[in-house]
T-cell receptor, first 113, second 114 residues
Framework: LAKTTQPISMDSYEGQEVNITCSHNNIATNDYITWYQQFPSQGPRFIIQ???TKVTNEVASLFIPADRKSSTLSLPRVSLSDTAVYYCLVGPILTGGGNKLTFGTGTQLKVEL | EAQVTQNPRYLITVTGKKLTVTCSQNMNHEYMSWYRQDPGLGLRQIYY???????DKGDVPEGYKVSRKEKRNFPLILESPSPNQTSLYFC?????????????FGSGTRLTVV
């Protein structure tokens, strides 16, 4: 699986847009980029997934440049409840074998009033 | 409600006393996995199972055992717990290996070994 690098922590204020960037220089052709969110003492939960360009859902947007060596998770107008750890994962999907979900240390986002 | 259920949520035990943490999912998922989470180390995979009677080691399998006799259950067994196994444990399941967006995690089991 491609190794990922994320900032250890970020701070923001309510109502602001937060962008968390993940570097994955050795991403493979068949790798997808997936983001998970984890609140304290809870298991991670899926936020968004993409392969290239831009993906948007009701929670976030994911921007992936043409070279795919990085990606940015964008959280619009964050609130206190968005305080959590965010994980960037890179790997193939639906290959049927060999790969596994590998988490790094994630980015601790703290949102204040 | 589709969910992964772990028990117990909290457990304090003594060194060497065998224990089992249960994990059950009601989504008919083929793939199940155990992770441990420690400060500064993120989530690390202990064991995973691609289907009934098929299990394999993750990144940190030492000191742990698992079994997959039924599709819905994937217990984590610590035959002789040691203090370095004090951690927060998560069970996860997905429709299949590789479904990065389909993972459902349990609520966690906080284990303390004294």
């Amino acid at each position: 699986l491609a190794k990922t690098t994320q900032p250890i922590s970020m701070d923001s204020y309510e109502g602001q847009e937060v962008n968390i960037t993940c570097s994955h220089n050795n991403i493979a052709t068949n790798d997808y980029i997936t983001w998970y969110q984890q609140f304290p003492s809870q298991g991670p939960r899926f936020i968004i997934q993409g392969y290239k360009t831009k993906v948007t859902n009701e929670v976030a947007s994911l921007f992936i440049p043409a070279d795919r060596k990085s990606s940015t998770l964008s959280l619009p107008r964050v609130s206190l409840s968005d305080t959590a750890v965010y994980y960037c994962l890179v790997g193939p999907i639906l290959t049927g074998g060999g790969n596994k979900l590998t988490f790094g240390t994630g980015t601790q986002l703290k949102v204040e009033l | 409600e589709a969910q992964v259920t772990q028990n117990p949520r909290y457990l304090i035990t003594v060194t060497g006393k065998k224990l089992t943490v249960t994990c059950s999912q009601n989504m008919n998922h083929e793939y199940m996995s155990w992770y441990r989470q420690d400060p500064g180390l993120g989530l690390r995979q202990i064991y995973y199972s691609m289907n009934v009677e098929v299990t394999d080691k993750g990144d940190v399998p030492e000191g742990y055992k698992v079994s997959r006799k039924e599709k819905r259950n994937f217990p984590l067994i610590l035959e002789s717990p040691s203090p370095n196994q004090t951690s927060l444990y998560f069970c996860a399941s997905s429709p299949g290996l590789g479904w990065q967006d389909g993972y459902t995690f349990g609520s966690g089991t906080r284990l303390t070994v004294v």
